[in-house]
């Protein structure tokens, strides 16, 4: 299947910088991407969906100020945590969809490994 | 996109047959059905999807009766390395760019 690739892996950063996460399709093109959080113990929460070439839209509650999402290329979405602070400690994992996977007949997306941060 | 429900954990022995149903009783007529599997500090990784009926692949099986209410997720013979988190979602996953939307799942925990 395709692959889907974060970077950083883990990352631990001291209170008030700010952050930024890499999510490469490395075998396909993805127009859109998408970011996600996951704290200990609990299911994946979608946080926003990634448009390659025009703005990001971000599910409710979340703060587009503090999750700045680039999705400057068909193979590159960037979110950067600005002004991490502890509360933000979490797994956050991006996700997108090959369009051609499975003969385009369903809609499978496939995720990134994932990037632990940790906010000293 | 349809609720789902699903039992919060489950166990089983290994070389056991394992059956995850799922409920969705507001399941749309363009609604699909797709499992993903998670692993501790990884992504989730899609197992298999379906509309009606029965399909099955290398890995597991997927049963949804007529009235697509439910559906279960069967892992024939599961090993220790089957112990995961597992996702049943529901959604127009057909056609275009719809994002997943994540229920709480079940955490299946095999022993030996």
């Known amino acids: 299947g395709a692959v889907v690739s974060q970077h950083p892996s883990r990352v631990i950063c001291k209170s008030g910088t700010s952050v930024k996460i890499e999510c490469r399709s490395l075998?396909?093109?993805?127009?859109?991407m998408f970011w996600y959080r996951q704290f200990p113990k609990q299911s994946l929460m979608l946080m926003a969906t990634?448009?390659?070439?025009?703005?990001?839209?971000?599910e409710q509650g979340v703060e587009k100020d503090k999750f700045l999402i680039n999705h400057a290329s068909l193979t590159l979405s960037t979110l950067t945590v600005t002004s991490a602070h502890p509360e933000d400690s979490s797994f956050y994992i991006c996700?997108?969809?090959?369009?051609?996977?499975?003969?385009?007949?369903?809609?499978?997306?496939?995720f990134g490994p994932g990037t632990r941060l940790t906010v000293l | 996109l349809a609720k789902t429900t699903q039992p919060i954990s489950m166990d089983s022995y290994e070389g056991q047959e394992v059956n995850i149903t799922c409920s969705h009783n507001?399941?749309?007529?363009?609604?699909?059905i797709t499992w993903y599997q998670q692993f501790p500090s990884q992504g989730p990784r899609f197992i298999i999807q379906?509309?009606?009926t029965k399909v099955t692949n290398e890995v597991a099986s997927l049963f949804i009766p007529a009235d697509r209410k439910s559906s279960t997720l069967s892992l024939p013979r599961v090993s220790l390395s089957d112990t995961a988190v597992y996702y049943c979602?529901?959604?127009?996953?057909?056609?275009?760019?719809?994002?997943?939307?994540f229920g709480k799942g079940t955490r299946l925990s095999v022993i030996a």
């Open positions: 996700s997108a969809r090959d369009p051609f996977s499975g003969g385009g007949d369903y809609n499978e997306q496939f």
């Open positions: 075998d396909f093109q993805a127009t859109t």
């Open positions: 990634s448009n390659e070439g025009s703005k990001a839209t971000y």
């Open positions: 507001n399941i749309a007529t363009n609604d699909y």
């Open positions: 379906g509309y009606k």
């Open positions: 979602l529901v959604g127009p996953f057909q056609q275009g760019n719809t994002p997943l939307v």
